[in-house]
């Protein structure tokens, strides 16, 4: 089957620090979508990514989608306290609503 | 525009009992899908369903589980004599009628503990 790595699993870092996270696959995906999940409530859709190669920026996040459509990775830059949660990579392989998440990386910012 | 709405937001069963959850879409929402995530673990699919069918349960447990969309009212996933490895939080999103994955809102929601 599939297997989907997401890392780093869990990070801590000072408020104002760039953060990377990555996932690779050993699939290829069609889409590569970035969430964030705050304690206790639901995922949030950050960035969507649509074709190998695309880089995408939403604010202090920038996103790209791996030329070989395995892998991605999401950085923040400059780290603010709200940054703290849960982020997962999403990737869809066809299905255009089957999404496979990863483990997740906890971020922590320090203030 | 009410978000996705899910209850209870905690239910807490002891084995054998019967746990029902439930999920109202957004407004103008017709598709509705099912996620489980266990302790410090990503969401997995589970079952997606529209007004009066499922689509496709793939990812739902072949035993104890159902999920229903009526043609009124909210979406019930449904768990029938619960053990304690149901333990988990369920999510329900819902995408307007022209889905695709990036369309996918999720509600907050519930928290199964089983006893």
């Known amino acids: 089957g599939q297997q989907l790595n997401q890392s780093p699993q869990s990070m801590f870092i000072q408020e104002g620090e760039d953060v990377s996270m990555n996932c690779t696959s050993s699939s290829i995906f069609n889409t590569w979508l970035w969430y964030k999940q705050d304690p206790g409530e639901g995922p949030v859709l950050l960035i969507a990514?649509?074709?190998?190669?695309e880089l995408t920026s939403n604010g202090r996040l920038t996103a790209q989608f791996g030329i070989t459509r395995k892998d991605s990775f999401l950085n923040i830059s400059a780290s603010i306290p709200s940054d703290v949660g849960i982020y997962f990579c999403a990737p869809e392989g066809g299905s255009n609503y089957k999404l496979t998440f990863g483990k997740g990386t906890l971020l922590t910012v320090n203030p | 525009n009410a978000g996705v709405m899910q209850n209870p937001r905690h239910l807490v069963r002891r084995r054998g009992q019967e746990a029902r959850l439930r999920c109202s879409p957004m407004?103008?929402?017709?598709?509705v899908y099912w996620y489980r995530q266990l302790p410090e673990e990503g969401l997995k699919f589970m079952v997606y369903l529209q007004k009066e069918n499922i689509i496709d349960e793939s990812g739902m447990p072949k035993e104890r589980f159902s999920a229903e969309f009526p043609k009124e009212g909210p979406s019930i996933l449904r768990i029938q004599q619960v053990v304690r490895g149901d333990s988990a939080a369920y999510f329900c999103?819902?995408?307007?009628?022209?889905?695709?994955?990036?369309?996918?809102?999720f509600g907050p929601g519930t928290r199964l503990t089983v006893l």
């Open positions: 999103a819902s995408s307007p009628p022209a889905t695709s994955t990036d369309t996918q809102y």
């Open positions: 990514l649509y074709k190998a190669g």
């Open positions: 407004k103008g929402h017709s598709h």
